[in-house]
Nanobody, 124 residues
Framework: EVSCRRLGEGLVQAGGSLKLRCAASGLTFGTYAMAWFRQTPGKEREFVAR????????DYGHSVKGRFTISGDGAENTVNLQMNTLKPEDTAAYCC?????????????????WGRGTLVTVSS
């Protein structure tokens, strides 16, 4: 089971920061890959970031590169998404996803387990 939550208020001013955390129960840290996607009404789900803990690989979508950081915490069996320098266009429902593959792709169909979305709103 995958669950995700915000570590802070969901409404942030532009330029601010927020951290999202994803927990994967029933999956052993290091044996699964995880990613974050986001979606706004009427649009396709957008790839944000992915991590392969076993390979030590991280990858980011073009729109968030340099501002967001994905990281894994083996002790907590969680994956975090630190979002800095937030922009109004980052406003979306963010979802985390996991796959048993060594590394997942940048499309949603690559992932087998999904958490419920958490809303992030960035005001200008």
């Amino acid at each position: 089971e995958v669950s995700c939550r915000r570590l802070g208020e969901g409404l942030v001013q532009a330029g601010g920061s927020l951290k999202l955390r994803c927990a994967a129960s029933g999956l052993t840290f290091g044996t699964y890959a995880m990613a974050w996607f986001r979606q706004t009404p009427g649009k396709e789900r957008e790839f944000v970031a992915r991590i392969s803990q076993s390979r030590g690989i991280t990858d980011y979508g073009h729109s968030v590169k340099g501002r967001f950081t994905i990281s894994g915490d083996g002790a907590e069996n969680t994956v975090n998404l630190q979002m800095n320098t937030l922009k109004p266009e980052d406003t979306a429902a963010y979802c985390c996803a996991a796959t048993n593959a060594v590394i997942g792709g940048t499309v949603a169909s690559s992932y087998d387990y999904w958490g419920r979305g958490t809303l992030v709103t960035v005001s200008s």
